[in-house]
């Protein structure tokens, strides 16, 4: 029995394929200790932007489709509706916000990273129209954007129990 040419082009073609073959690259671990370091440098500026009174470099720290869930508010979804909603609050004189992450975890992908810790807000109560100081509790969930930087998706805080009234106090 004898090969046709085709037969004999298309043999030799698979073995020069299979020989080139190249294994998948492999990825390279994940720094979680760059990560981590990522976003703890943003909180810090995070924090410095509060005191800035601007609502549009409070916004850059949320990805574009972020959502911002405040206690009492609809959930601020988008960039444009984040700096309005960070607009009216700091529009307040007596409005100030600090906060900081107890603990920041990495996915082992490295595609998503997540903070939790405490802040404190002080503003005017709209009913009261007192200064008031709020402590809570936060969760932000971090995710690198095309620019590589680590920005806010999902971003929730929930207020403390109230703190209590000393007797007397009026």
């Known amino acids: 029995m004898k090969a046709s040419p085709t037969l004999i082009v298309l043999c030799a073609a698979l073995a020069l394929g299979a020989c080139g073959a190249k294994s998948p690259p492999s990825k390279a671990p994940v720094d979680t200790a760059a990560i981590i370091g990522a976003i703890k440098a943003d909180e810090v500026h995070w924090n410095s932007d509060y005191k800035s009174g601007d609502a549009g470099v409070l916004a850059a720290h ?3 489709t ?5 206690p009492g508010s609809a959930p601020l ?3 444009a509706a984040i700096k309005t909603g960070l607009a009216d609050a700091l529009s307040d004189k007596a409005f100030t916000l600090t906060f900081a992450s107890e603990k920041v975890d990495v996915s082992a992908s490295g595609d998503l990273a997540a903070a939790r810790g405490t802040y404190t807000q002080t503003a005017t109560d709209p009913k009261t129209k007192t200064v008031a100081t709020e402590k809570g509790t936060y969760v932000t969930v971090y995710k690198p954007q095309p620019d590589g930087v680590w920005r ?3 971003d929730i805080n929930t207020p403390g129990a109230p703190m209590p009234q000393t007797s007397g106090a009026q």
């Open 62 to 64: 949320y990805a574009p």
């Open 66 to 70: 972020a959502t911002l869930m405040i």
């Open 77 to 79: 979804v988008g960039t």
């Open 152 to 154: 806010a998706i999902w």
